[in-house]
């Protein structure tokens, strides 16, 4: 079956810093890898995809690279805002398998 | 569009009480997800729905649990009875058939039992 393994949070950052959050899967066939984002008080919500080997998903300043070689789809974003402060959750799916996530990383930016 | 609207937002009930929780998904997804999210165990599927089809329920936790999808626009889980240890956010998700489409959440139903 499907599995995801993400850094332990929480990562906690000043605004403007470089971000890295590691995801690693392993997935039975050729998986569509995705990030999700939850704010407080709220259900996830897509924040990017990439459905191929070396595809690169972006959206608001994240980005994240499909390495099939390396079964990765780490999550950066050059400089983070206390807007980002959220739980940041990593996703394999294998056509309409259901979809597993990983345990959350909790980002925290102070000003 | 809407989006996948739960409710209640929040029930507080005591142990040993039915409580029903409801979904609407967002018209035209195939496909329907129950989640618990607790802070010890993280984001949990309990079960999913391919038009309206029970497909995996091996996440749902006992017999106390069950999950029903009438028709295309509906969905309940209960359970009877609760417990404390039930306590959690309940997530419903929808989405679209094919695997590259995105999961749209709700924004959950806080259960606690006391």
């Known amino acids: 079956g499907n599995s995801v393994t993400q850094m332990e949070g929480p990562v906690t950052l000043s605004e403007e810093a470089f971000l890295t959050i590691n995801c690693t899967y392993t997935a039975t066939g050729y998986p569509s890898l995705f990030w999700y984002v939850q704010y407080p008080g709220e259900g996830l919500q897509l924040l990017l995809k990439a459905t191929k080997a070396d595809d690169k998903g972006s959206n608001k300043g994240f980005e994240a690279t499909y390495r099939k070689e390396t079964t990765s789809f780490h999550l950066e974003k050059g400089s ?32 | 569009d809407a989006g996948v609207i739960q409710s209640p937002r929040h029930e507080v009930t005591e142990m040993g009480q039915e409580v029903t929780l409801r979904c609407k998904p967002i018209s035209g997804h195939n496909s329907l997800f129950w989640y618990r999210q607790t802070m010890m165990r993280g984001l949990e599927l309990l079960i999913y729905f391919n038009n309206n089809v029970p ?22 889980l209960k359970i009877q009875p609760s417990e404390p240890r039930d306590s959690a956010v309940y997530f419903c998700a929808s989405n679209p058939q094919g695997a590259e489409s995105p999961l749209h959440f709700g924004n959950g139903t806080r259960l606690t039992v006391t």
């Open chain 1, 80 to 111: 983070v805002q206390v807007s980002d402060s959220a739980v940041y959750f990593c996703a394999p799916r294998v056509g309409t398998d259901k979809l597993i996530f990983g345990t959350g990383t909790r980002l925290q930016v102070f000003p």
């Open chain 2, 55 to 76: 497909i995996d329920d091996s996440g749902m936790p006992e017999d106390r649990f069950s999950a029903k999808m009438p028709n295309a626009s509906f969905s309940t």
